[in-house]
C-alpha cells in the first residue's frame, strides 16, 4: 500500500509563493506515476501537474509557466513550486500517484490515480 501526506499549504497574497511538498510512503513501483490536482469549491478536481520516475513532467496550461513540479527519490517526496498566485489558484490541492502502467504519464484524468493524500488547503487573497 501507498500513503500519500501532503504539506505546505497555507495562505498568500496574490503574487506570492508556495512550495507543496507530498511525503510518500510504500514501494516505488506504485508511484511510478504520480500528479497534483486541486479542487476548488463546486468545482471538479483539476490535474495541474505530474512527473514520472524518469523525471518526465507534463503540466496543464493553467499552470505552465508558473507552477513547477519535481521530485527526491531519495526523501520520497513530490514537490511543487507555486510561483505568481492568484485567487483563482485558491483551492485544495492534492497529490496522487499510481504505478507507470503502459500509458503516459498525465495530469489529464483523476481516475487513473489509485492513491490519494487528504489534501492540504491553499488561500490566495487579492
Known amino acids: 500500500q501507498v500513503q500519500l501526506m501532503e504539506s505546505g499549504g497555507g495562505s498568500v497574497q496574490a503574487g506570492g509563493s508556495l512550495i507543496l511538498s507530498c511525503a510518500a510512503s510504500g514501494d516505488s513501483y506504485h508511484t511510478g506515476c504520480m500528479a497534483w490536482f486541486r479542487q476548488a469549491p463546486g468545482k471538479e478536481r483539476e490535474g495541474l501537474a505530474s512527473?514520472?520516475?524518469?523525471?518526465?513532467?507534463k503540466y496543464t496550461d493553467s499552470v505552465k509557466g508558473r507552477f513547477t513540479i519535481s521530485q527526491d527519490h531519495a526523501k520520497n517526496t513530490m514537490y511543487l513550486q507555486m510561483n505568481s498566485l492568484q485567487s483563482e489558484d485558491t483551492a485544495v490541492y492534492y497529490c496522487a500517484a499510481r504505478p507507470p502502467w503502459s500509458i503516459k504519464c498525465l495530469p489529464s484524468d483523476p481516475d487513473e490515480y489509485v492513491f490519494w493524500g487528504v489534501g492540504t488547503q491553499v488561500t490566495v487573497s487579492s
Open positions: 512527473i514520472d520516475s524518469y523525471g518526465t513532467t
